[in-house]
């Protein structure tokens, strides 16, 4: 993809599939975390959308992405799914792959913040869980000349997830079809506790060109504790995660990137680390959908064949941009303001 930077930005060549959960997020605000059973008070209350295909999606639109941008995946026959199709179509992201299906509600998550802290999510899966690898076609989207296949979220789409008896799971095929279709494979996991995280993501890693995940997900793909008790990041233990990841399949890049610091490994040359931007806890409004804004300044830049040290500083200030809106989508500017950010 190195050529596109040079083919000039005069055409809307090429394209991003963006493929998995969609989500309808109703963000509360909270005045504090009670303890179970006490009373907190809603400060504010937001309704965004949610999840890794759409919040990939829209974060590019709102980057002025120059390819063509189209979303696949399972909503339910509600007004969830309609909100759903209605941001697509407002952002000028083709809805022609969301299938809505009917007897099934779309997936919504409460999201409860406390503003500087952390959020807690309350989810039901609806449309999301029945989203299976034949429902969607990356040969045809190859037809039309898109480039990149995102698929998220590994570990949030049981149909896709769940192993066979030949230990291949839904996504794993699906993965392979892109690839075999010419489509770039990127994929992101969500963070999660399941005991079978490691095999079910590991099924997927060999037809992987690229995956962007955070510490947590890393360590529970590899087994591998990225922090210690206290908390600390732990250089060689994230590098140990890195290399394990290439060992185990994913072909082009393994980026992890945490609230310290991304790390970004490739085969056959040094490991490219680079600090975050520091950020003002007094400027976060939410921090719910800053993994997603930072994984669509990597699909951008993969897209148009930029050097890794210019993806991960717009990577970064994608993230801080997006601590400053109240939904996963809010916050993000164009492209050149993120290039302002990250190197102004």
Known sequence: MAEREEAGADERKGGVVCAGNFIVDRIHSLSYWPEQGNLTFIRHQDIGVGGGA????????????????AAAGCVGADADGDFVRQ???QAGIGAEGLVALGGQATAHTHVMTVPGQSRTFFYHGGANDKLEAGI????AYAEQGYRLFY???????????????????GASRLLEAAQKAGLVTCVDFVSSEDAGFSAQVGASLPFCDYIVINEMEAGSATGIRPRDAEGKLLDAAVR?????????????????????????FSPGRETV?????????????????????????????????WAIERIIPVAHAAAARCLGGATATDGIPMMDILLADAFG
């Open 87 to 89: 941001r697509l179509l």
């Open 273 to 305: 680390v680079m600090p975050s931007r520091p950020i003002d806890p007094a400027s976060i409004v939410s921090p719910v959908g800053a993994g997603d804004a930072f994984c669509a300044a990597v699909v951008y830049g993969l897209h148009e064949g």
């Open 136 to 139: 969607i076609s990356p040969q």
């Open 151 to 169: 698929l998220g979220y590994l570990m949030l789409l049981p149909g896709l997830d769940r192993l066979d008896s030949e230990g291949r799971s």
């Open 240 to 264: 140990q995660a890195g290399a394990r990841l290439l060992e185990a399949g994913v072909s082009k890049g393994v980026v992890i990137h945490a609230p310290e610091a991304c790390f970004w």
């Open 54 to 69: 759409i919040n990939v999606a829209t974060d590019l639109a709102s980057m002025g992405f120059p390819g063509r941008l």
